[in-house]
């Protein structure tokens, strides 16, 4: 057991200098945390099962060494070199043999956020303290949310970084010489996991925090739905302006209630009706804020209007409720409504995020792949009723069968997908017998979406949509859930160029 004293290491200038460290993982997250130990003078050694050939010739060269083989039980050099910390990647999880190793050890164990707000006062701003962190997380629209908000402080004349979980390491930002008034900050549940395992002196003090909302994902990661909920939980702790939740999901709001917050830390409700006193809402079609208004007893303050945000395609009600989280965050940071309304003019969607891939024949093709739970497919599926639903894919351990049964009365058809079809159509065929079902079966990555828009072109009639939706994750198939939208538009975009409106002459699995 390491007797290294880490409650003092809460500084950058703080004494790193001979602090053994196991990294466990070698992605962008990972090498990251490499490059910010031995910068600080600590011993650092990589444990991976695999790595990029840039990364395998970049870890000696900033003064680390690699290990490179399977991690399915523990190597004899990690014993060997008796870390005083591991720093695990989000992707290891709680029932990893070199997980489970660390704490039998009874070994510090952090993620690479841990590590990033220990470290925060590398860069200090003018008054000489680290920049505020605002967290977000939740099941679904986390990314899209990040950006707003980021988008929104950055308007408003704060200099502004979105890092995360959006695909920036914290740890880049924090050590960026230009510096940041604010560090937007994506949380997995995975990394939110690690920060439970946070010792006092390095909890993490948040300026605000949201959880979007919480519907069952990563279910085989955490063990439970109750781990899971209990992980996104985590963001709420210690926040010392204001707890953000959605009145919608009472979830959300127990977390509030539940959490052990900064003495006069305010609770602030969102949702698409019309807000109470410390509330964000719709009001006639006009967005306002009524928890920052001069006079919120009695006035709110109006941020932007439904008709406004439908022109630039932000107006699905789960886009909504993202941009009422986003302008709650950025009010709690002073950032005036008029600079909220001129960051969300000129705000655009991340590709793959209910994104409008073609019109044609009266037929509305929407790439959603981003959609990778029912929680995100269930909203997409609201914002455009009467679908012909791509759906299918991993499914992570989650069942489809209660989206499903929701969605029956309103779906068009269904074009079936993924290495999880038997289990999708079988819920179909319980729970809605009326749709009429068609099954992709597999063949190569290249065939499947192509195959998937002549079904689905063979269905859609005049006024139709047809979503990729998948509510599953893409890796059985595709290389991310980017690569799965990407073949879906091209192959649309294909289909419409070869003007090809016949019908596809199938019989469906299932249905009438």
Not at 91 to 111: C, D, K, M, N, R
Not at 326 to 351: K, N, Q, T, W, Y
Not at 436 to 444: C, N, Q, R
Request: with cysteine; charged share 20%.
């Amino acid at each position: 057991m390491s007797t290294r004293d880490l409650d003092g290491l809460t500084s950058w200038h703080a004494d790193w200098a001979g602090l053994r460290v196991a990294v466990l993982g070698l992605s962008m997250t990972g090498f990251s945390v490499a490059d910010t130990l031995t910068e600080l003078g600590a011993e650092v050694l990589v444990f991976s099962e695999s790595a990029s050939e840039e990364y395998s010739r970049l870890v000696p060269v900033i003064g680390a060494r690699l290990h490179l083989g399977a991690l399915d039980s523990v190597p004899a050099e990690l014993v060997e070199f008796a870390p005083d910390v591991v720093i695990a990647s989000p992707g290891f999880a709680p029932t990893h043999p070199l997980i489970v190793w660390t704490q039998q050890q009874s070994i510090a164990l952090w993620g690479d956020i841990e590590l990033a707000w220990r470290v925060r006062d590398k860069v200090v701003r003018e008054d000489g303290t680290p920049a505020e962190w605002v967290l977000i997380t939740g099941t679904n629209g986390k990314t899209t949310t990040t950006r707003m908000t980021a988008t929104m402080l950055v308007a408003g004349g704060l200099r502004a970084a979105p890092c995360g979980n959006i695909g920036v390491p914290v740890l880049d930002a924090v050590r960026d010489p230009a510096g940041f008034d604010v560090l937007v900050v994506e949380l997995s549940s995975h990394q939110l996991w690690y920060l439970g395992n946070s010792a006092p002196a390095a909890q993490m003090i948040p300026h605000a925090s949201v959880c979007l909302n919480l519907a069952d994902d990563h279910l085989v990661w955490h063990g439970s739905a109750e781990a899971y909920r209990a992980a996104k939980a985590l963001v709420y702790r210690n926040t010392k302006v204001a707890c953000i939740y959605n009145k919608a999901d009472l979830a959300t709001r127990e977390m509030v209630e539940e959490a052990d917050v900064i003495e006069g830390a305010r609770a602030i409700g969102f949702d698409l009706g019309i807000p109470g006193p410390s509330d964000f809402g719709v009001v006639e079609g006009i967005v306002v804020d009524r928890a920052f208004a001069a006079n919120r007893a009695t006035s709110a303050q109006e941020l932007t209007t439904v008709a406004e945000l439908a022109e630039r395609g932000l107006a699905a009600p789960h886009m909504v409720q993202n941009i009422l989280a986003a302008a709650a965050l950025a009010r709690s940071l002073g950032v005036e409504p008029s600079a909220i309304r001129e960051a969300l003019e000129g705000f655009r969607l991340d590709p793959h995020r209910i994104e409008v891939v073609a019109r044609s024949a009266g037929v509305t093709w929407v790439d959603d792949s981003k959609a990778t739970n029912p929680h995100a497919a269930r909203s997409s599926l609201q914002a455009f009723p009467g679908a012909v639903w791509v759906v299918g894919g991993d499914l992570k351990g989650v069942d489809l069968s209660g989206l499903i049964a929701e969605a029956a009365a309103a779906l068009r058809a269904a074009v079936v997908i993924g290495v999880a079809r038997s289990e999708v159509v079988a819920a179909f065929e319980r729970h809605a017998p009326m749709v009429p079902v068609f099954e992709v079966v597999p063949g190569e990555t290249e065939e499947v979406m192509t195959r998937v828009v002549e079904l689905a072109a063979g269905i859609a009639r005049d006024g139709d949509t047809v979503l990729l939706a998948p509510a599953a994750a893409s890796f059985d198939q595709f290389a991310s859930y980017e690569d799965r939208g990407h073949r879906f538009a091209e192959a649309v975009r294909d289909w419409i160029g070869r003007g090809s409106a016949h019908d596809a002459g199938d019989t469906p699995r299932s249905g009438r």
